[in-house]
């Protein structure tokens, strides 16, 4: 077990553009840390720099403290658990688990052993036989990872392992993952796509974009007070609400909604609200006219989607192919959470309740977040 | 009258007509290139024929008198020698070479290029560069040779050295095929997997051995197949660069019924030659594709 630093690691495959841009970043011994963020941000890049399947063009990478730019992936003594697994398809599941401590001379009853404790943490006893091609795509994801607890490294990579297995395997390979975290504790680093990996998996998670840190912090600190309207736009499902504002006079108005305002005066912020933190409005407190669109319940919750007064704010994280609900001049589209029993129709005119503590305000200039 | 008008039209128009209709140019030739020349000489097998006078029945005497014909035990033998040697030399060598060029160098194209050139240089212009080459007195090889002190060899004019020679000359003019195959083959073996042996801590070697050869598998196994059975029909390249000599050095099967069939007006036991042939073809594709389905895996 060891931690992990990479010190100003700029990735460039091409002259323009870098894939990874000043990348700092430290794992602490036994952390479990999440990289997120968009398609193309470099998260893989982040992996294989570590993993030594790539080369920096710049900066350090350490391993236990140990500068490893010029170590070869072999002696860096890493495993990797890769996206589509990269099972090899030849070799029975015992081979596959075997082959790595075979290749680094493991003793045989030292293999033998290590290879039965892997699989009986995995519940892959009754599969050592079989051929990669006779395995589900849970099965084959718990031997990826089988092969990486086997050779127990300094460090564990993990490419978005969960990401082509279906909904309900998801949720179960999350907990069994968190499990042999816990139980085995090796520095891990996670990379993924989902929300809820991010959210539940990790000690910290790393949000990413471009190349860049957009913010590194506790899930829960990143989701209360994210840095920046990337962040902001990124982190959380659905995403916040972001409406154009003005800030003077000590208040904060947005369409004919007036929140108390302490700072100096600021032409124009953009005004963040979580779809959760919005409620249809008691009586008094701040709150903003609504028209419902579309209603998706779900359940334990109702998602509503629908407009108010105002410009919409992007963030930089809106998927490129997002097609807004409702787009008419004056109006930005906006959607809230409610419970069950607040489900709205279609078409209602109503007001939105919203707890002046829980707004985010942001720069629209340098896209900071502002302190209150 | 209607209703067997909408039957003819029906039949006429059904997918069964129309696809034959497609297939029957290549039907054609196959049945008049293919199929007439197979049961043509199976039946000349079993006469005695000049192929221009009237033919009679033997029974199986063409077959009878193989075993006690030396020139066809000595054909047999040339030819076993030369696939022995040929497939793997050539299976190997292009894997090797394969590898070699499997790797982002500059200039890449042009060198694999240049080893696929004489697969498509026609024989003729093969047999005349190694005549070149392998010139007793004048060639590149004994010149070479004798930098480092060896030879000279006689090479084509000697009857111990004849045969070698077209291994090597047909090594040579094969081995492209073979390199572009497993070049083709080599692409599409995933890189993770590489990479996922790299940090599983495997050398090169390891890699080589464990990862990479496994996957080529299914190609080794059908270029074993493919080029035993171009090994065993040997002739345009004998035929050109020896004659069948010196003496009968370089005789193969082939190459002996045709000058029976030929030169000798024996076409019913060169027919009989020609089976026994492809009895030894068959039997040993089917050993192969026996011996490679276990040893062979196929991704799913
Ligand atoms: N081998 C390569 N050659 C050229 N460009 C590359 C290479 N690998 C990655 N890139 C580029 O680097 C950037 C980051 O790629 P990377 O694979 O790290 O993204 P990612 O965050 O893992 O994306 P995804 O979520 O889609 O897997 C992308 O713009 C990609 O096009
Ligand atoms: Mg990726």
Avoid at chain 1, 331 to 347: L, N
């Amino acid at each position: 077990m060891a931690e992990v630093r990479l010190e100003h690691v700029t990735k460039r495959f091409s002259e323009d553009v870098a894939a990874l841009d000043d990348l700092t970043l430290e794992v602490a011994d036994g952390e479990f840390l999440i990289l997120v963020g968009p398609s193309g941000c470099g998260k893989t890049t982040a992996l294989r720099l570590v993993a030594g399947l790539e080369k920096p063009t710049s900066g350090a990478i350490a391993i236990g403290g140990r500068i490893v730019n010029d170590v070869t992936p072999r002696d860096r003594d890493i495993a990797m658990v890769f996206q589509n697994y990269a099972l090899y398809p030849h070799m029975t599941v015992h081979r596959n688990l075997a082959f790595g401590l075979k290749e680094r001379r493991t003793p045989k009853p030292e293999i033998e052993r290590r290879v039965r404790e892997a699989s009986a943490i995995l519940g892959l006893d009754d599969l050592l036989g079989r051929r990669p091609a006779q395995l589900s795509g849970g099965q084959r994801q718990r031997v990826a990872m089988g092969r990486a607890l086997v050779r127990e490294p300094k460090a564990f990579l993990l490419d978005e392992p969960l990401s082509n297995l279906d909904a309900k395997l998801r949720v179960q390979m999350r907990a069994e993952l968190k499990r042999i975290h816990q139980r085995l504790g090796i520095t891990t680093i996670y990379v993924t796509h989902d929300q809820v990996e991010a959210m539940t998996l990790g000690d910290r998670i790393v949000v990413m974009s471009n190349g860049r840190v957009q913010q590194i912090g506790k899930p829960q600190e990143v989701y209360r007070r994210p840095q920046n309207l990337f962040v902001a736009g990124f982190i959380g499902s659905p995403p916040m609400n972001l409406l154009r504002g003005r800030c003077a006079d000590g208040s904060i108005r947005l369409g004919d909604l007036d929140l108390p305002w302490s700072g100096p005066d600021a032409a124009e912020v953009a005004v963040g609200f979580r779809p959760e933190d919005l409620r249809p409005a008691g009586d008094g407190g701040p709150s903003l006219e609504f028209v419902v669109d579309v209603v998706e319940p779900l359940g334990n919750e109702v998602v509503v989607h629908g407009t108010t007064a105002g410009t919409a704010v992007e963030s930089g994280a809106e998927e490129e192919a997002e097609i807004p609900l409702v787009a008419e001049g004056a109006r930005a589209a906006i959607t809230a959470v409610f419970a069950p029993a607040d489900e709205p129709a279609p078409g209602d005119h109503m007001r939105l309740g919203i707890v002046p503590d829980r707004v985010h305000l942001f720069d629209l200039h340098t896209r900071e977040a502002i302190g209150r | 009258m209607a209703v067997r008008g909408a039957n003819i039209r029906r039949a006429v128009t059904s997918d069964h007509v129309v696809g034959w209709a497609f297939a029957s140019p290549a039907v054609l030739l196959i049945v008049v290139f293919g199929l007439i020349p197979i049961v043509w000489s199976a039946l000349l097998s079993f006469q005695k024929t000049n192929l221009l006078s009237p033919a009679h029945w033997v029974g199986l005497a063409n077959y009878r008198a193989l075993p006690k014909d030396p020139l066809f035990e000595q054909s047999m033998v040339h030819s076993a020698i030369y696939t022995v040697l040929f497939v793997p030399f050539s299976v190997a060598g292009g894997l090797l070479t394969a590898v070699a060029l499997n790797r982002p160098l500059r200039g890449i194209r042009i060198y694999r290029t240049a080893v696929f050139v004489p697969v498509v240089v026609s024989t003729i212009a093969t047999v005349i560069i190694f005549l070149w080459v392998f010139d007793p007195n004048f060639g590149l090889a004994n010149w070479l040779l004798g930098k480092v002190g060896l030879g000279p060899f006689a090479f084509f004019t000697s009857s111990n050295g004849a045969l070698y020679s077209i291994v090597a000359m047909t090594v040579w003019g094969w081995i492209g095929f073979n390199v572009i195959v497993y070049l083709a083959a080599l692409q599409g073996i995933p890189r993770e997997l590489v990479e996922a042996a790299e940090i599983d801590g495997a050398g090169a070697l390891g890699i080589f051995r464990n990862v990479t050869l496994p996957l080529l598998g299914p190609v080794t196994l059908f270029l074993v197949v493919w080029s035993s059975i171009n090994a065993l029909q040997l002739f345009d390249e004998v035929y050109l660069a020896t004659n069948g000599g010196p003496g009968t050095a370089t005789y193969v099967p082939v190459f002996y019924l045709y000058k029976l069939a030929f030169q000798g007006g024996i076409a019913g036991y060169a027919a009989a030659i020609a089976y026994v042939l492809f009895a030894v073809i068959l039997v040993l594709t089917i050993v192969q594709l026996m011996v490679g389905k276990r040893m062979v895996h196929y991704a799913p």
